[in-house]
């Protein structure tokens, strides 16, 4: 056991003498936690092997799944990656700093370990000052996965952190909220045409409007399990986002029809004595009769509901709930990321309501 401070930062101006001090933490091959504009990282030196290693120790995460490699200057892609190829270039001028994160031929210098053996890298830079600072002041890449255990929902707290990590890391640098509330877009520039691997906080239109053609890797949007022989991002194969109650997604295009399944599943479960939870959104909110209602947002405003997606699933999980039924939401904008999370989150148990 660790004793794992939290120390609070301004987000929009971080007193630089917090920032060193989890930057001498960094140095020493410890373990970080910061907010990004997505969700809260645990970081440290991506190229020290052995801080990796306790990375994936204080997760339990799979040695197989590598982390994100983030970084405060473009120029340090070229040290990171083998080959940059001009669609790469295109998008890190567009995008960074920003929710994008780029899958690359890896270069020599990254050890084995921080891409989990992979020919490839992932490296994003972040749009937060504070993540920003403290790979400034660090001085090197830093690795950082998502700041929760394996398995359970991204935090975008302080406190979603220390829930998960408290007594595994060394530090938490608490700056609030997230702001966007899912990861990142992770496009993977080995292929051509270029491919999203993990849909997130930048659309799939406005990557199509940069590079003109892009994929959706099937597996990235599924609605059943997809077998991937070789997975190219390896977080596919792993479940993810998961809250501790089990979870229906009910999908259609008819809200109202929509909104009639789900209540007919809360009222199957609650005479089983389920206590139950439904996800809804603002404007279907007041219809259910349940144990506990959320609403993630307005679904003309589907950025609102990226934002407030892991938080509810987290908060189900304290009220209790046995069962989430979840209403499915557009396929589009921000609401492909939240799609992709919550039908890995149902374990792809998903009831499609006809029209
Ligand atoms: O917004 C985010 O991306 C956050 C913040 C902290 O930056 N990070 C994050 O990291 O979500 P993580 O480790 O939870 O997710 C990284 C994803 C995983 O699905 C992993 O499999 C994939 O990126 N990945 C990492 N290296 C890869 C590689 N070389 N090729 C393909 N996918 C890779
Ligand atoms: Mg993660």
Redesign the pocket.
């Known amino acids: 056991m660790k004793r794992t401070v939290v120390l609070k930062v301004n987000p929009m101006k971080p007193r630089i003498e917090t920032i060193r001090v989890a930057a001498r933490i960094i140095q020493n091959g410890g373990l970080v936690a910061f907010p990004?504009e997505?969700?809260?990282?645990l970081g440290v030196d991506a190229l020290n092997p052995k801080a990796v290693k306790n990375m994936f120790k204080a997760k339990k995460r799979p040695l197989d799944?590598?982390?994100?490699i983030?970084i405060a200057d473009k120029n340090d892609v070229y040290m990171l990656a083998k080959r940059v190829p001009k669609k790469a270039e295109k998008l890190m001028d567009a995008l960074w700093p920003g929710?994008l994160?780029l899958?690359l031929k890896r270069s020599k210098i990254v050890p084995d370990i921080t891409?989990s053996g992979?020919g490839?890298?992932?490296i994003?830079m972040?749009k937060h000052k504070v993540a920003l600072s403290l790979i400034w002041e660090s001085k090197v890449p830093i690795a950082?996965?998502?700041a929760n255990l394996a398995g359970r929902p991204?935090p975008t707290t302080a406190e979603h952190v220390l829930k998960d990590l408290d007594g595994r890391i060394d530090l938490i640098l608490d700056g609030g909220p997230t702001r966007i509330g899912v990861?990142?877009t992770?496009v993977?520039l080995t292929v051509n045409p270029p491919q999203v691997?993990?849909p997130?906080?930048t659309t799939y239109e406005r990557l199509v409007k940069i590079l003109g053609e892009v994929q959706l890797h099937p597996a990235a949007i599924a609605d059943r399990r997809v077998r991937v022989l070789q997975a190219?991002?390896?977080?596919?194969k792993h479940r993810h986002y998961a809250p501790r109650a089990k979870l229906i997604l009910v999908e259609g295009t008819s809200i109202d029809k929509v909104v009639e399944r789900v209540q007919e599943l809360i009222n199957e479960f609650a005479d089983e004595g389920k206590k139950t939870g439904v996800l809804a959104t603002e404007e279907t909110a007041k219809r259910y009769k349940a144990d506990v209602v959320k609403t993630l947002g307005s679904r003309k405003r589907l950025r609102t509901t990226a934002k407030g997606l892991f938080v509810c699933l987290r908060e189900f999980d304290d009220d209790g709930v046995d069962i989430i039924v979840a209403e499915g939401l557009p396929l589009k904008g921000l609401g492909l990321a939240v799609m992709n999370r919550l039908r890995k989150a149902s374990g792809y148990k998903i009831v499609k309501v006809e029209d």
């Open positions: 990004t997505t969700v809260y990282g799944n590598p982390p994100i983030h929710p994160t899958v891409v992979l490839t890298v992932a994003r972040p950082a996965p998502s991204s990861e990142s992770v993977d691997l993990r997130g906080g190219r991002s390896p977080g596919m």
